[in-house]
Nanobody
């Protein structure tokens, strides 16, 4: 079974930090570009960041650039998102996703394996 499971979400105050993890099982991430996406109630899902197989290609949404850091540990079959200086507008359900490609990590429509999501709430 191919599965991605996110963890690390929770409630944090503005300016705080969280680290999200995405653990893969049933397949190796060695062949997959990975991405973090988020969706707030009533809004479209948006890309947050993505990373290619060997991290030669990393992309951040303008809204999180300088605050979030994406990384991966292929040996541990895990993807991470370090989130700093969190803002209320970062509140959303965060999903990790994978697409089998050695190329660029963009093109959200190509991601076809998704986690169940983890809730991040930024509030005082």
């Amino acid at each position: 079974q191919l599965q991605l499971v996110e963890s690390g979400g929770g409630l944090v105050q503005p300016g705080g930090s969280l680290r999200l993890s995405c653990a893969a099982s049933g397949f190796s991430l060695d062949y997959y570009a990975l991405g973090w996406f988020r969706q707030a109630p009533g809004k479209e899902r948006e890309g947050v960041s993505c990373i290619s197989v060997y991290a030669e290609n990393i992309v951040y949404a303008d809204s999180v650039k300088g605050r979030f850091t994406i990384s991966r540990n292929n040996a541990k079959n895990t993807l991470y998102l370090e989130m700093n200086s969190l803002k209320p507008e970062d509140t959303a359900t965060y999903y990790c996703a994978a697409v089998r490609t050695f190329g660029l990590c963009g093109l959200q429509r190509l991601y076809d394996t998704w986690g169940q999501g983890t809730q991040v709430t930024v509030s005082s």
